[in-house]
Every structure is written in C-alpha cells, then in structure tokens.
C-alpha cells in the first residue's frame, strides 16, 4: 500500500506565505509525477501544480508566478511554497501522485487526506 501524507496547512493573512509538504510512504517500486491539487467548497477539485520524476513541472493560470512545486525525489517527497496568497486561494490542499507499487507491474494513482489552507484577515 502506498500512503501520502500532507503537512503544513493553516490560517494566514492575505499576501502570505505557506509551505505544504508531502510525503510518500510504503512499497514503492517507483514514483512518476507528483503534485497538489485543492478543493474550495461548493467547487470541484483542481490542478494546482505538478512534477515529474525529471523535474518538469506544470502549474494553473491562477497559481503561475506565486506557488512553486519542488520534489526530493530520495525522500519520495513534494512540497508547494506559496507566496502571496489571496483569499481565493481557500481551499483544501490534496496530494497526488502516480506511484508503481512493488507488487504490481502498474502504476496507480494514490491521493492524501488533504491539509486546509485558509487566506484570511
């Protein structure tokens, strides 16, 4: 079983900054790409950003230029450091990844609880 776990959500104030981070746990035989997607009530889940095992990295129009996705590939690790956070980016931030599990020739996608992230003043 693979299991993701995210950290460092919370409350700040417009034009704040945040950094989540997430890890990838259990047998894993190899981990493609990783990345954040967030849900706002009342909205469907969403893109934020993600990277690959090379590094190539794709971001929203709305997050470009502000949020940056990183990976430590040793660590199976992905982190996303927000910078000037706005209200609208409220929402509950979930971790995605696309992992091949020891025991399987193919890889599956496998997503974390979520941390919440609340820009309020």
């Known amino acids: 079983q693979v299991r993701l776990v995210e950290s460092g959500g919370g409350l700040v104030q417009p034009g704040g900054s945040l950094r989540l981070s997430c890890t990838a746990s259990?047998?894993?035989?190899?981990?493609?790409?990783m990345g954040w997607y967030r849900q706002a009530p009342g909205k469907q889940r969403e893109l934020v950003a993600d990277?690959?095992?090379?590094?190539?990295?794709n971001y929203a129009d709305s997050v470009e230029g502000r949020f940056t996705v990183s990976r430590d590939n040793a660590k199976n690790m992905v982190y996303l450091q927000m910078n000037s956070l706005k209200p609208e980016d409220t929402a509950a931030y979930y971790c995605?990844?696309?992992?091949?599990?020891?025991?399987?020739?193919?890889?599956?996608?496998?997503w974390g609880q979520g941390t919440q992230v609340t820009v309020s003043s």
């Open positions: 990277i690959t095992s090379g590094g190539s990295t």
């Open positions: 995605k990844t696309v992992a091949r599990p020891r025991w399987s020739g193919t890889a599956y996608e496998y």
């Open positions: 259990g047998r894993i035989s190899s981990i493609n790409t």
